[in-house]
Antibody
């Protein structure tokens, strides 16, 4: 069955960097676009970034553009999110999500990893 | 990337029907049939309930249905059950290759 397991969340100071990982299994990772979605405490979800299955394109929310970088390693079925210049407003649970191919939505989510940006 | 507009809350009694609206613009909801709806009970990851405006993934009861008119999409839940109580979010693909969520609607089953 499809599994997405995020890791890497922690407490960091503003301005620092952090890299999140998402280990995928149970589907052909190299054939699926993958996304990061975050949810601040008590708030609704916010889409963060997407990477096409063939790595040809990446797109970002305005709120993270220029600071966050999405990448993937198909040899290890792992999705990454490099987060630089972190701000307090980046505090959230970060989910990776599998694209439902052709439907412009997501059919599987991980359990999430918490990033807290605080001095 | 302004958030889509949803009512903060809706409620209904068991067996009744409720409809949740999701209003965007011609660059998102009105521009494509790429609106989805997610259900999120407290403390869990969102679950896909409707995709491409009207389609239900396997396993989602047919009590859940979606529609769209112009820049407004809607989720209707008929035959309300206690287990339907959750937060519901719409999301749309946009003309700038990004996705935008609605602010969320809390459904209370009375």
């Amino acid at each position: 069955q499809v599994q997405l397991v995020e890791s890497g969340g922690s407490v960091v100071q503003p301005g620092r960097s952090l890299r999140l990982s998402c280990k995928a299994s149970g589907f052909t990772f190299s054939s699926c676009a993958m996304h990061w979605v975050r949810q601040a405490p008590g708030k609704g979800p916010e889409w963060v970034a997407v990477m096409w299955f063939d790595e040809s394109s990446k797109f970002y929310a305005d709120s993270v553009k220029g600071r966050f970088t999405i990448s993937r390693d198909s040899s290890s079925n792992t999705l990454y999110l490099q987060m630089n210049s972190l701000r307090t407003e980046d505090t959230a649970v970060y989910y990776c999500a599998k694209d439902r191919t052709g439907s412009y939505t997501w059919d599987y989510w991980g359990q999430g990893t918490l990033v807290t940006v605080s001095s | 990337q302004s958030a889509l507009t949803q009512p903060p809350s809706v409620s209904g009694s068991p067996g009744q029907s409720v409809t949740i609206s999701c209003t965007g613009t011609s660059t998102d909801v009105g521009g494509y049939n790429r609106v989805s709806w997610f259900q999120q009970p407290p403390g869990t990851a969102p679950k896909l309930m409707i995709y491409e405006v009207t389609n239900r993934p396997s396993g989602v009861p047919d009590r859940f249905s979606g529609s769209k008119s112009g820049n407004t999409a809607s989720l209707t839940i008929s035959g309300l059950q206690a287990e339907d109580e959750a937060d519901y979010y719409c999301i749309s693909y946009t003309t700038t290759n990004t996705w935008v969520f609605g602010g969320g609607t809390k459904l209370t089953v009375l």
